[in-house]
């Protein structure tokens, strides 16, 4: 049994900014990202965070989601995010400053699917970051429009032997524009953020041991009509 925890998208972004953000009337600094929007991350993760852990220990989750935060471990946790962390990793992720890949330096200016070098790398970073929280990373193929193609996943398997459920928290990895070039794309806002959410609840998650078991997967494809989160939905379906 597959069940969606969160998918973490830039349409999750009309929730509140944390307190000490900076707001459309807060000047960036020069060549930075687009921090508009950039504490959404914060809230993104958060949101994710409480959702998955309330959910995986059969919490109640209610109308207001961040009541979860009341457990001390989800508020343990939570502390953890901060938004230095999250700027960092989006500035990465966004192309505003090289990320090692395979042990070398390379600018992530586009995740743009269907251009093999720049999803190649994209995938490949988020395997890197994935995999050194020691947990199984994998990638996930499919064919689309003539191009193999590849989503990323890494597994929480859960200790009750009696529990056949999975819990998954997603985000779409890849990025567009409405250049026809598509680079730059560096896609901060859709879906850098919600990548880096993701990415950060599996480095805080996975020293944490839960009854099911819980999947994070970042997809490709999503710009070219969900393609990569549709070919894994079929997959986990056949697999029943």
Same mark, same amino acid.
């Given at each position: 049994?597959?069940?969606?925890?969160?998918?973490?998208?830039?349409?999750?972004?009309?929730?509140?900014?944390?307190?000490?953000?900076?707001?459309?009337?807060?000047?960036?600094?020069?060549?930075?990202?687009?921090?508009?929007?950039?504490?959404?991350?914060?809230?993104?993760?958060?949101?994710?965070?409480?959702?998955?852990?309330?959910?995986?220990?059969?919490?109640?989750?209610?109308?207001?989601?961040?009541?979860?935060?009341?457990?001390?471990?989800?508020?343990?946790?939570?502390?953890?995010?901060?938004?230095?962390?999250?700027?960092?990793?989006?500035?990465?992720?966004?192309?505003?400053?090289?990320?090692?890949?395979?042990?070398?330096?390379?600018?992530?200016?586009? &995740?743009?699917?269907?251009?093999?070098?720049?999803?190649?790398?994209?995938?490949?970073?988020?395997?890197?970051?994935?995999?050194?929280?020691?947990?199984?990373?994998? /990638?996930?193929?499919?064919?689309?429009?003539?191009?193999?193609?590849?989503?990323?996943?890494?597994?929480?398997?859960?200790?009750?032997?009696?529990?056949?459920?999975?819990?998954?928290?997603?985000?779409?990895?890849?990025?567009?524009?409405?250049?026809?070039?598509?680079?730059?794309?560096?896609?901060?806002?859709?879906?850098?953020?919600?990548?880096?959410?993701?990415?950060?609840?599996?480095?805080?998650?996975?020293?944490?041991?839960?009854?099911?078991?819980? &999947? /994070?997967?970042?997809?490709?494809?999503?710009?070219?009509?969900? &393609?990569?989160?549709?070919?894994?939905?079929?997959?986990?379906?056949?697999?029943?």
């Amino acid at each position: 049994m597959v069940q969606w925890v969160a998918g973490v998208t830039e349409a999750m972004q009309t929730a509140s900014q944390p307190e000490g953000c900076p707001t459309a009337a807060t000047p960036a600094r020069p060549g930075a990202a687009p921090v508009v929007r950039l504490c959404s991350a914060v809230v993104l993760a958060s949101l994710a965070l409480a959702l998955l852990v309330a959910s995986v220990s059969r919490a109640q989750v209610t109308d207001d989601a961040w009541s979860a935060t009341r457990d001390p471990l989800v508020a343990a946790i939570l502390t953890q995010v901060t938004t230095h962390t999250l700027v960092d990793s989006l500035e990465g992720l966004s192309g505003e400053r090289p990320v090692l890949i395979a042990g070398i330096p390379y600018t992530l200016t586009t &995740r743009y699917t269907l251009y093999s070098e720049a999803i190649s790398q994209a995938t490949r970073y988020a395997y890197e970051q994935l995999a050194r929280t020691g947990l199984p990373t994998t /990638f996930h193929t499919y064919t689309y429009s003539s191009h193999t193609l590849r989503n990323v996943i890494a597994e929480k398997v859960g200790q009750d032997p009696a529990s056949d459920a999975i819990y998954l928290i997603t985000a779409h990895l890849d990025s567009t524009t409405s250049d026809a070039a598509h680079d730059p794309a560096p896609g901060a806002d859709d879906n850098a953020t919600g990548s880096v959410a993701v990415l950060l609840a599996a480095r805080l998650l996975a020293p944490y041991e839960f009854s099911h078991t819980v &999947r /994070f997967v970042l997809f490709t494809g999503e710009e070219q009509g969900l &393609r990569g989160s549709a070919a894994y939905a079929a997959e986990c379906l056949a697999d029943g």
